[in-house]
């Protein structure tokens, strides 16, 4: 496995204003996601983030609302832009090693709570 | 449109009893289909996955079982213990025939087991 880590872990936010989250790994990895998961419920996929290139959107959501960086193989960033309490949710990376088998790892999240 | 049913919401068992979740999937592109265990305030952890050459898999107390044509997985945790109180999710993706590793998830099982 690899030791995935995000910050920040937790932030309360204002409506309006935007939030970036980090996801850094210690191994290299071939494929980092990023995943919403709304309280008590189940994983919602929101990109793929692709090295050097744009990230690909799943349905639902778009590039203006979640801009996702992944400058190199190990880091990534999700930010949550102009939010609104609908976005409070947990905010999870996952990645897919380069020595692995399509095995899925994600990091430990971050709680986002607009008000 | 939820591609992967999971059942039951939640589950109690009594220490020592065999706790069962199922799974059911539409798609026949899936090929891969892990089991996550999510304790509160955590990020899902990868329990143990199947792909369907194979109709069971057993690591220590955990075997999925495999149906492919009955397009259905299940979890079973033999001599279930307080400590494995969590959340479950079962997951699918077509990672191996179109190299999209995104995890489609289901809807979770809350597990109690009651000392």
């Known amino acids: 496995s690899a030791v995935i880590s995000q910050k920040p872990s937790r932030d309360i936010c204002q409506r309006g204003t935007s939030l970036t989250i980090q996801c850094q790994v210690d191994?290299?990895?071939?494929?980092m996601f990023w995943y919403r998961q709304q309280p008590g419920q189940s994983l919602t996929l929101i990109a793929t983030?692709?090295?050097?290139?744009?990230?690909?959107?799943e349905s639902g959501f778009v590039i203006d609302k979640f801009p996702i960086s992944r400058p190199n193989l190990t880091f990534s960033t999700l930010t949550v832009s102009n939010m609104s309490p609908e976005d409070s949710s947990i905010y999870l990376c996952?990645?897919?090693?380069?020595?692995?088998?399509?095995?899925?790892?994600f990091g430990p999240g971050t709680r986002l709570t607009v008000t | 449109q939820q591609q992967v049913k999971q059942s039951p919401q939640s589950l109690i068992v009594q220490k020592g009893g065999i706790s069962i979740i199922n799974c059911a999937y539409e798609?026949?592109?899936?090929?891969?289909f892990p089991w996550y265990q999510q304790f509160p305030g955590k990020g899902p952890a990868l329990l143990i996955a199947?792909?369907?050459?194979?109709s069971e898999k057993k690591e220590g107390r955990f075997t999925i079982s495999f149906n492919k044509s009955a397009k259905q997985f299940s979890l079973h945790i033999m001599d279930s213990q307080p400590g494995d109180s969590a959340t479950y999710f079962c997951?699918?993706?077509?990672?191996?025939?179109?190299?999209?590793?995104?995890?489609?998830f289901g809807t979770g099982t809350r597990l109690t087991v009651i000392p």
């Open positions: 996952s990645v897919t090693l380069v020595a692995g088998l399509g095995e899925q790892y």
């Open positions: 191994s290299q990895v071939t494929m």
């Open positions: 983030a692709n090295q050097g290139s744009e990230a690909t959107y």
């Open positions: 798609n026949t592109a899936f090929d891969y």
């Open positions: 199947i792909r369907p050459d194979v």
């Open positions: 997951a699918a993706s077509m990672g191996i025939q179109t190299g999209a590793n995104n995890l489609f």
